[in-house]
């Protein structure tokens, strides 16, 4: 077993050999769940007891029952999350991609626990509490960098907007009785254009969210790509594109259409109007993700989605 640094780390004689002195983990939860409140409260008195430090934002202390000796701070506040050597994140979804603003933000590992549904960003379930404080205090973990999107918007040629997402920027329609008319861009050359509810710009990470809704391909994390996935559209080809990591994908609203509104990761919205570009490329900056266990994705794949995988035999030995 690798630490996050890549040194090599003995999982019989971790707990010992790892220093917990100076040692700071952030921790955001979902508070308005009870289980995020009751999981927030195992987790935190776990790392106390273990002499890590552990910070949180004041606003959601409100709604914990926390020790004295844990760091309060305001979301305001430049560089929350420095000296911090891990982001735990306890909560669905939501709560895991606003966890994954700071970890960009601050080059900061994410380990994800999962309180939602799916949570394919999670690396861990509400019932692994106590192994998950292991791991941390005894930094029994690894680290993978997930790839990001820049986002561009452009209109009358200038740039009036940028952003970035790590599962997918979606370009939808506003007017639920129109649809958007829109055409699509690959490497500075057209592909199609077409009527549609909207476009789905995505990394690998995110082919399992939104893109998958829409009908996308399921795409291994490991595989660097990039996706567009059209979304209801009116026309003969509009299937999804699977693309090279440095390619540059264009959605160009049509001018005569009404205006449309793109969304990076369902949390940031910007309108656009006719005649609106956006741009989007392989992002500069990933996210860093703590791993626990190697296990495939394909069993990930399995779990999260209950699939039917009774009668397989395997291949023969």
Not at 86 to 106: H, K, P
Not at 188 to 208: E, L, Q, Y
Not at 221 to 250: D, G, N, R, Y
Request: hydrophobic letters at 45%; proline letters at 6%.
């Amino acid at each position: 077993m690798t630490d996050s640094s890549g040194s090599s780390v003995s999982s019989k004689s971790a707990v010992s050999a790892v220093s917990a002195e100076g040692r700071t983990v952030f921790l955001l939860a979902h508070t308005g769940r009870p289980a995020a409140i009751r999981s927030a409260e195992l987790v935190v008195k776990g790392l106390l007891r273990c002499g890590l430090g552990v910070r949180v934002f004041a606003h959601e202390a409100v709604d914990l029952p926390l020790p004295s000796e844990v760091e309060l701070v305001t979301e305001s506040t430049p560089g929350v999350l420095d000296g911090c050597e891990l982001l735990i994140v306890l909560g669905g979804d939501g709560t895991l991609l606003r966890g994954a603003e700071l970890a960009r933000a601050s080059g900061v590992p994410m380990l994800g626990v999962n309180l939602g549904r799916v949570g394919f960003l999670a690396e861990a379930e509400r019932d692994d509490l106590d192994r998950v404080v292991d791991r941390v205090v005894t930094r029994a973990y690894e680290v993978e960098e997930r790839m990001t999107l820049d986002v561009i918007v452009r209109t009358n040629g200038d740039v009036v907007h940028r952003d970035w997402a790590l599962n997918e920027a979606a370009v939808q329609k506003v007017s639920p009785e129109r649809m958007l008319e829109v055409v699509l861009e690959i490497d500075g050359r057209p592909v199609s254009g077409f009527g549609c509810d909207g476009i789905v710009c995505a990394t690998p990470t995110g082919s399992t969210a939104y893109a998958f809704s829409a009908g996308g391909p399921v795409v291994w994390p490991e595989v660097e790509a990039l996706l567009m996935v059209p979304i209801s559209a009116h026309a003969l080809f509009a299937k999804p594109l699977v693309t090279s990591p440095t390619s540059v994908l264009a959605v160009e609203v049509q001018t005569g259409t009404p205006h449309g509104v793109l969304w990076c990761d369902g949390r940031r919205m910007l309108e656009l109007p006719a005649g609106a570009r956006v741009e989007v490329r392989r992002g500069a900056v990933p996210v860093r993700l703590a791993r626990l266990h190697h296990a495939s994705f394909t069993d990930r794949l399995v779990a999260k989605f209950a699939l039917p995988v009774s009668g397989w035999r395997g291949a023969p030995h």
